[in-house]
């Protein structure tokens, strides 16, 4: 399993990026979503074929990056995000 973090910039504001959104719940088994534009998942794929999922569900002008997460992490969250993330196998 991978923890990736995923960030996006989905520009049409008249398009309806339900699809995209339901592709990322679905292609994990665990996801996090504290952020508007930023989700960090448990998924048994990797960063670039994670990416290849959202791909589709995407327009020209959005802007998407997937990287891999490592154990080595800091930032200012409310408790229950940091105990997510503390739980989680970075292997």
Known sequence: MSVLL????LKNQS???SPFFNMIKTSC????HYFDYTWIVV???TAEQ????LYPHMER???LLVVKLQ?????WLEPDAW???NLKDFS
């Open 83 to 85: 105990n997510w993330l």
């Open 29 to 32: 088994t665990e996801w996090w």
């Open 50 to 53: 994670f990416a290849k999922l």
């Open 61 to 63: 002008d959005d802007r």
């Open 15 to 17: 398009k309806d990026y």
């Open 71 to 75: 154990k080595e992490y800091q930032g």
């Open 6 to 9: 995923i960030t996006h910039a």
């Open 43 to 45: 998924t048994p794929h």
